[in-house]
């Protein structure tokens, strides 16, 4: 059994995963990875700028081959973009990988959060919050499926650092046993 197994934080944008991830991370002694920036910085443009010169589909296959080799195999706490668990077998190769939680937030908790963000690219829409309400429609039963599901609207940072922190000791000392 891996020592330490990675942890992967999905969720949609604006849920608080890179917020969370840097904190647990430095609590529980894991490295922090930030899957957007790890693909900007080896492709050396934003996600907007991928967005646009290659398209989603482009940007959605560097996402799968940073899960597969982009990272080691244990000791780290990955913030993962919103739309990467989403895409078929993600879910199941994240898993693979190590423990997957995902960090849930209402619509308009997350439009509340995400509106005044112009790095967004799913977002620079006429009605951000129909957008996000489609959007979470198709992605919420897929997030669903993570090892754990922890609520972020009306908690703060700290109470929900302190959450992942002790669901990530409890679900490692189960695979302990």
């Not at 890179?18 to 430095?26: E, I, N």
């Not at 894991?30 to 920036?37: E, I, R, T």
């Not at 209402?106 to 996000?132: D, F």
């Not at 959007?135 to 992942?164: F, K, S």
């Amino acid at each position: 059994m891996k020592k330490k197994p990675n942890l992967y934080l999905v969720g949609f944008m604006g849920t608080g995963k890179s917020t969370v991830g840097r904190q647990v991370a430095q609590q529980m002694g894991l490295n922090f990875v930030d899957s957007d920036h790890a693909i900007e910085e080896q492709q050396g443009k934003s996600i907007s700028e991928i967005f646009a010169s290659d398209g989603e589909a482009a940007f959605r296959a560097m996402e799968k081959a940073f899960v597969e080799s982009g990272h080691s195999d244990e000791g780290n706490l990955v913030s993962c973009g919103g739309g990467l668990a989403v895409q078929p077998g993600m879910m199941d190769l994240l898993k693979s990988r190590g423990l997957v939680f995902s960090l849930i937030a209402t619509a308009k908790g997350i439009y509340e959060r995400t509106r005044h963000n112009s790095n967004r690219p799913l977002l620079q829409v006429e009605n951000p919050l129909a957008e996000i309400e489609k959007l979470l429609a198709v992605r919420d039963p897929i997030y669903q499926q993570a090892h754990c599901c922890i609520l972020t609207e009306g908690r703060t940072v700290n109470e929900v650092v302190a959450h992942v922190c002790r669901s990530y000791r409890l679900e490692v000392s189960q695979m302990a046993r």
